[in-house]
Nanobody, 125 residues
Framework: QVQLVESGGGLVQPGGSLRLSCAASAFMLDYYNIHWFRQAPGKERQGVSCISANDGSTDYADSVKGRFTISRDNAKNTVYLQMNSLKPEDTAVYYC??????????????????WGKGTLVTVSS
């Protein structure tokens, strides 16, 4: 059964860091573009970052550029999202998702084949 499992969320103070992980089972992540998106209470889903399967190119939402970094470890079948300089407005449930519809990923295209159940990130003092 295809499954994506996120981990690494938690409570962090403003300015702090977290690293989220997305582990896959029953399929190989390196054949898919992998996305991180988030959803805060009462707000629309927002694409945060993605990494393309074919060349490793990345894309980021303007609100996280320079603070978040996406990476993949194909040997571990895992994708990471390193989040630095966190702000209260980053508080949300973060999900990872996979798609292989496009040659290059884009955070604006939220068309996923698979996604996980999410991990909660809370940024608060």
């Amino acid at each position: 059964q295809v499954q994506l499992v996120e981990s690494g969320g938690g409570l962090v103070q403003p300015g702090g860091s977290l690293r989220l992980s997305c582990a896959a089972s029953a399929f190989m992540l390196d054949y898919y573009n992998i996305h991180w998106f988030r959803q805060a209470p009462g707000k629309e889903r927002q694409g945060v970052s993605c990494i393309s399967a074919n060349d490793g190119s990345t894309d980021y939402a303007d609100s996280v550029k320079g603070r978040f970094t996406i990476s993949r470890d194909n040997a571990k079948n895992t994708v990471y999202l390193q989040m630095n300089s966190l702000k209260p407005e980053d508080t949300a449930v973060y999900y990872c998702a996979a798609e292989n519809k496009y040659l290059h990923c884009s955070v604006s295209r939220r068309e996923y084949d698979y996604w996980g159940k999410g991990t909660l990130v809370t940024v608060s003092s």
